[in-house]
């Protein structure tokens, strides 16, 4: 299983900041928090990881709990191109991960 | 910015035929998956190649499936005998690194539909 909590849908205006939470209560101490995307059936698009402390790049930032229960992706300015099938993974085994139902951002006008 | 393509884009099969998809990683990648996603489901791991040999392979990726490095450029998942389950889309990606924090780039996939 995934291993980690996300809302199934949510909404948010354009140009607004885009807040998208995730629970992975069971994480463990070397694990990293993955962020990617996917826009319909498209192939996943990788957005951000972190360990443990806050990162940001052109795309996203990530805010990781001071336990590391949870975190959260903050797209700044969200836009139409922004809708997508958003998924965190904590879940990785080799080099394979193991994505989840993830939470369908819809960005709306 | 550098792409991973698969071709076909969309493939249709017959029943207990052959397919076989392509991918065409980064160029200086050296790592190799393939994924797969099933309408309406999650996405989830077949394979994953280096050094031309399979890595590592989840229960999916059975006796009916292959992967090969033919050319030094290409990268191809063969099904032998396709059943109508196998519909769905089939993703690759590749990476640099063995290790995941350098992520992955993955193609568009190819939907394939067996009838």
Same mark, same amino acid.
């Given at each position: 299983?995934?291993?980690?909590?996300?809302?199934?849908?949510?909404?948010?205006?354009?140009?607004?900041?885009a807040n998208l939470p995730c629970n992975h209560s069971t994480i463990s101490g070397n694990e990293y928090v993955y962020w990617y995307r996917q826009i319909h059936s498209q192939g996943p698009q990788y957005i951000i990881h972190g360990l443990k402390n806050n990162e940001t790049n052109e795309m996203a930032s990530l805010i990781i709990t001071e336990d590391r229960k949870s975190?959260?992706?903050?797209?700044?300015?969200?836009?139409?191109?922004?809708?997508?099938?958003?998924?965190?993974?904590?879940?990785?085994?080799?080099?394979q991960f193991y994505f989840g139902t993830g939470t369908s951002l819809t960005v709306i006008p | 910015e550098p792409e991973v393509t698969q071709?076909?884009?969309?493939?249709?099969?017959?029943? &207990?035929?052959?397919v076989i998809l392509r991918c065409v990683p980064i160029s200086n990648h050296l790592y190799f998956y393939w994924y797969r996603q099933i309408l309406g489901q999650k996405v989830e791991f077949l394979v994953s190649f280096y050094n031309n040999e399979i890595s590592e392979k989840s229960e999916i990726f059975d006796d009916q499936f292959s992967?090969?490095?033919?050319? &030094?450029?290409?990268?191809t998942l063969k099904i032998r005998s396709t059943k109508l389950e196998d519909s769905a889309m089939y993703f690759c990606a590749s990476s640099g690194y063995r290790d995941l924090n350098y992520g992955y780039t993955f193609g568009s996939g190819t939907r394939l539909t067996v009838v």
């Open positions: 299983d995934a291993k980690t909590t996300q809302p199934t849908s949510m909404d948010c205006a354009e140009g607004r900041a975190s959260t992706l903050i797209l700044p300015h969200a836009t139409l191109r922004d809708t997508a099938v958003y998924y965190c993974i904590v879940n990785v085994a080799g080099n | 071709t076909p884009s969309h493939q249709v099969t017959q029943m &207990g035929q052959e992967v090969e490095r033919p050319d &030094g450029s290409n990268f």
